[in-house]
C-alpha cells in the first residue's frame, strides 16, 4: 500500500509539470499565433472602423443605386459586413457585436 501511495505521488507530480509545461506553450503558441497573424491583434474599434470604411458607399444609397441589379443585399454574403466577419472568430465577435456595422439594412426582393 505504501508503494502505491509513492507511485500516486509521483504521478502527481508529474501531472502538476505537465500542467505548468501545457500552460506556457498555450502562452507561447498565442505569442506565436499574434506575430504570424498580426490582424488578429487588432483592437475591437479598429475593426468595426475596417468594417465601416468597407461599407462606406452603402451608407446612404441613391434612389438610382437601389434600382441597380448591383446593388449588394445585406443577406448577400458580399456584403462588407459579411465579409469582415469572415476573417477570423475574433472579427466574426466584433462585427457581430458592432451596431455600426448594421445601421443599414438593404434587402432586394426582386433577386432569386
Known amino acids: 500500500l505504501a508503494s502505491l501511495n509513492d507511485t500516486m505521488e509521483a504521478m502527481k507530480a508529474q501531472l502538476a509539470v505537465m500542467t505548468e509545461d501545457a500552460s506556457?506553450?498555450?502562452?507561447?503558441l498565442e505569442v506565436l499565433d499574434m506575430v504570424l497573424h498580426p490582424v488578429r491583434s487588432l483592437p475591437p474599434e479598429i475593426i468595426q472602423h475596417i468594417c465601416q470604411l468597407a461599407m462606406e458607399d452603402l451608407q446612404s444609397p441613391s434612389l438610382e443605386a437601389?434600382?441597380?441589379p448591383d446593388i449588394i443585399d445585406s443577406l448577400s454574403m458580399r456584403h462588407p459586413s459579411w465579409v469582415c466577419a469572415q476573417v477570423c472568430h475574433r472579427w466574426r465577435y466584433v462585427i457581430w457585436n458592432a451596431p455600426?456595422?448594421?445601421?443599414s439594412v438593404v434587402l432586394s426582393f426582386d433577386k432569386p
Do not use: N
Open 24 to 28: 506556457q506553450l498555450s502562452k507561447e
Open 100 to 103: 455600426q456595422c448594421w445601421t
Open 66 to 68: 437601389l434600382a441597380s
